[in-house]
């Protein structure tokens, strides 16, 4: 990749990253016995971003997206909460992007997305069962009623959500983030 298609790269996963930070101070709480547990778009720019540049650039944009809010909002976990999301965020991404990849079509879209919403859910259980949930310092008796009562369901609605939103709006917003160059050059006379 030449300079100008890596910088290219890296403004429109940065400029992804921002919209998705607006996107996460937006939440929504959905589980009402785990109300710290909520439902946000901000995987959606990630998401677009994959889809039109490649999987890869979902996950540098879930970086950024991380990144920039523990700037922008700080952190009360301890910086647990923002692995969660980065991990669980990209176990979505990821695989969505990459079988996009293969075949562009409609159908693949809806293929990637049913499989990327199973690895998020299978990869946020066991993220939560060994690594997340005991970093919170739950209890771990208290573990496999938070993971069939809260960390399951938020993941298969945060992942059919993000689908929907993607899904919808994809065809719209492809050319813009396609585009070979979306920094305005002056010629020079």
């Known amino acids: 990749m030449n300079r100008s298609k890596a910088i290219n790269f890296m403004v429109k996963c940065a400029m992804l990253a921002a919209i998705a930070v607006v996107l996460m101070q937006f939440e929504i709480p959905v589980i009402p016995a785990f109300p710290f547990l909520k439902l946000d778009f901000s995987d959606v720019p990630a998401l677009l971003g994959g889809f039109a540049l490649g999987p890869i650039a979902g996950v540098v944009i879930e970086a950024f997206k991380v990144f920039l809010d523990m700037i922008v909002s700080g952190t009360v976990t301890a910086g647990v909460g923002e692995v969660a999301n980065f991990l669980i965020g990209a176990s979505f ?3 969505a992007a990459l079988i996009y990849h293969k075949r562009k079509s409609f159908s693949f879209a809806l293929i990637s997305m049913l499989i990327a919403t199973a690895s998020m859910v299978i990869f946020g ?3 939560n069962y060994f690594i997340l949930a005991p ?3 739950m209890a771990p008796e208290a573990i496999p009623a938070y993971i069939v009562g809260g960390a399951l369901p938020i993941n298969l609605i ?3 959500a993000i689908s ?3 899904l919808v709006s994809y065809k719209k917003l492809s050319p813009i983030i396609k585009k070979e160059n979306i920094m305005i ?3 020079v006379a």
Do not use: F, H, N
Request: aromatic fraction near 12%.
């Open 93 to 95: 991404v990821y695989p």
């Open 125 to 127: 259980v066991l993220a």
């Open 135 to 137: 970093l919170y310092g």
């Open 158 to 160: 945060k992942g059919a």
């Open 164 to 166: 929907l939103v993607t």
């Open 185 to 187: 050059r002056k010629k």
